[in-house]
């Protein structure tokens, strides 16, 4: 269930680029499968975390203010 909750939401984005949709959906599954916890959790490492804020568009919203 948690594999096509993560496909239907996240798999027929289309950003563009194939790295991006790729990206994705690896956080959408990532998430789907770890829902309630920590971000700092989900992401096991620090390139991780730092992609999924990267792509979150929250990081748009903090660096211009």
């Known amino acids: 269930m948690v594999a096509a909750r993560y496909s239907e939401n996240f798999g ?4 563009g680029d ?3 949709n790729r990206r ?9 499968e770890n829902v309630g916890q920590a ?4 992401f096991k490492t620090a390139k991780e ?5 990267e792509f979150s568009p ?3 919203l903090v660096s211009s203010n």
Request: net charge positive; glycine share 4%.
């Open 18 to 20: 194939q790295r991006l």
């Open 39 to 42: 971000l700092s959790m989900v």
């Open 24 to 32: 994705a959906l690896s956080i959408g599954q990532a998430l789907s």
């Open 12 to 15: 027929p984005c289309e950003l």
């Open 58 to 60: 929250m990081a748009t």
């Open 49 to 53: 975390l730092k992609r999924a804020y």
